[in-house]
Structures are given as C-alpha cells and as structure tokens.
C-alpha cells in the first residue's frame, strides 16, 4: 500500500489569525493520526500573510506535544537561511521530546523574497554548491559524534534523525541520489519535472546508512467533497491565493467563490491550472481516479497531501475522504 502523509502550511484565514490557525492545524493532526497518516509536515514561509508555520521547528513541537504516534516533522526547513548547527539543536531537542516521531525535510530555496531574506541575517552570497556542503555539516551533526569533534549540537548528536531532500528539480533528486536520502517533489505547486526528476532519483540512487534504496514521495493537492462542483467551489480559494501570490499581494487565505471570472486574466488562469496540474478536485470517485492515476503514473512510494480549504470542517472531510481513498488504493 502507498504511505499517505499531510503537508500543511498552516493557513490563516481571512478574517482569523495565527492562533486559529494553528489551532486548526492541531485538530487536523490529530484527526490525521486517527485516519492512518503516516506523517504531518508543516512548512517554513516567510513574510507570508496566509501561513502561520514561519516558526517550523516551535509548530513542529505543538503539533508532536498534541499528538500520540503519528510523525512529525518539516517540509520544509529552508536551509539556507539558518545556521546547520542551530537546525540540529532545534530538532535534537525535538527529537529528544518525541522520539522516534521526527522528520526533518530540507529545502534549498529561501521560502521569502530577497528582501525577507536580508532580516533572516543569513549571507546572501551563497549559491546552490553551498546547499550540499550545509546538508553534509548537519548530517554530521545529527550523527554519532567523533574523539576529534569539537563543536557538538547537544542535543541533537547521536538522534539520527532522518533527514529528507525536497525540491521541484533535478539538482535536489539528484543530490538526494548521491547522498542516500528519501525524495519529496512539490508537484502540488511546480509540477513540471516530476518524471524526469523521480527518473534522476532512482538511477543515480546510492544506498547509504540512512536508506538501502530509493524512497520517493509527491505532493498532490487535494480537494475532496459530496460532488464534483463543491470540489471545484472549495478549489477556488487556492487559485485566488496562487493569483495573489503571483501579482506579488500575498494574503490570507480567502473564502471560495462560485466562479473565478473577473479574478484572473486568461494567463493567470493558465498559469494556475499548470501550477495546479495534479490537484484532485470533486467527489470521492473523482479523486479516487485521480490518486490512483498520479500512482500508476509515478510509482511513488508515499503522497504527501494538501490543500488550501477556507472551512475548516471542509478542510476536515476532504482529507478524511483522502484517507479512505489512499487506504482502498
């Protein structure tokens, strides 16, 4: 059976707060664990008006102190924006609270714009060879300490905690080849190359301590519901917030609309649709076909699940739906 696992950015809804948010996120958590998830990852954002998960390591220990076995953990850390030190500290103490129930997902992009990055206080001068020389220093961290070390993440040497490459390219699944480490594609917002790049996963896949063979996971949004058009209706408050997000006015998640005429032009909508390539949208027949098709199609070994739904008891069904779905397939 294909694992099945939740990505969560937290949303902050029109008209709510953090609080709610993340409050929310909890009580899908911990109706997640219940389903049969396998994992639940939150996601570091900044300068990002509609996620409350900017403080990914402190959501990550809300969200694992509130729940029982399910694991927990980043999808993803931005590494470039923190030292790999304080990331080891940070999901030492994690682990030492949860043990057994953390993951920590990696990713190399900044998560913010250039600007935002300047206040996280990270050198800006860095560039994508230092993303595989920070993995190597973090792993060495989290790995059993030798006689010679002098600089120790305490906690946080000898947890081994499992550590998982994202990406939307080919530098990441190949990087995550060499170094043996299971793969996470967002193919639930930047789709393009995910065959190719599962295809450069597999091939160059070299066993390591951590992982014996390939282990890749794919981001599917979804937008499970009674019919086909409340599918579509709840849908719509993820593609108003991609238009924002692309006119450069991120914001709250808004409530969903009966049609998208007059929001976006025809190329906002095309890029919407490219972006959204496979969401499954509609009745639990529809996204049943859907999932099972984005399975046959990749092979991949677990879907991570999302999906921007402005009700939380919307939000709730559809990914109860999702569950009973992934557990027929």
């Known amino acids: 059976m294909t694992a099945y696992s939740i990505l969560d950015l937290s949303p902050i809804l029109r008209g709510g707060d953090a609080a709610q948010a993340l409050g929310n996120s909890l009580d899908l958590a911990r109706h997640a664990e219940q389903w049969g998830y396998t994992r639940y990852w939150v996601a570091e954002h900044h300068n990002m008006p509609g996620v409350a998960s900017a403080a990914t390591s402190v959501v990550i220990g809300h969200i694992a102190a509130g729940t029982q076995r399910i694991r927990v953990g980043s999808g993803g850390v931005m590494l470039p924006n923190h030292a790999p030190l304080v990331i080891a500290e940070q999901f030492g103490t994690l682990a030492a609270l949860h043990p057994g129930r953390i993951d920590l997902g ?17 050198d ?17 961290y989290l790995g059993d300490p030798t006689p010679d070390q002098r600089v120790r993440a305490v906690p946080g040497a000898g947890s081994k905690v499992p550590i998982w490459l994202l990406g939307s390219s080919l530098f990441s699944a190949r990087l995550a080849a060499q170094k043996g480490l299971p793969f996470a594609f967002a193919s639930h917002f930047a789709p ?3 065959l ?6 597999r091939d160059n896949f070299q066993p390591s301590a951590q992982l014996e063979r390939p282990y890749a996971m794919a981001g599917v949004s979804v937008f499970a519901a009674d019919s086909d058009e409340e599918g579509a209706f709840l849908a719509t408050s993820m593609q108003q917030q991609f238009v924002n997000l692309r006119r450069g006015r991120p914001g709250p998640l808004p409530p969903p609309v009966e049609s998208m005429d007059g929001i976006w032009s025809p190329l906002e909508a095309e890029g919407v649709r490219q972006a959204m390539k496979y ?25 991570m699940i999302t999906g921007g739904i402005f009700d939380h008891d919307k ?15």
């Open 196 to 201: 190719d790049a599962l295809q450069v996963y």
């Open 279 to 303: 969401a499954m949208v509609g009745s639990a027949e529809t996204v049943r076909d859907g999932l099972r098709a984005f399975r046959d199609l990749t092979g991949v070994d677990e879907l």
């Open 315 to 329: 939000r709730l069904q559809s990914f109860r739906m999702a569950a009973d779905i992934c557990r027929d397939l």
């Open 106 to 122: 990696l990713g190399r992009a900044p998560g913010t714009d250039m600007e935002t990055a300047r206040a996280l206080r990270r």
């Open 124 to 140: 800006l001068n860095s560039n994508a060879m230092e993303f595989p020389r920070d993995v190597e220093e973090l792993q060495a």
């Open 192 to 194: 393009e190359a995910l």
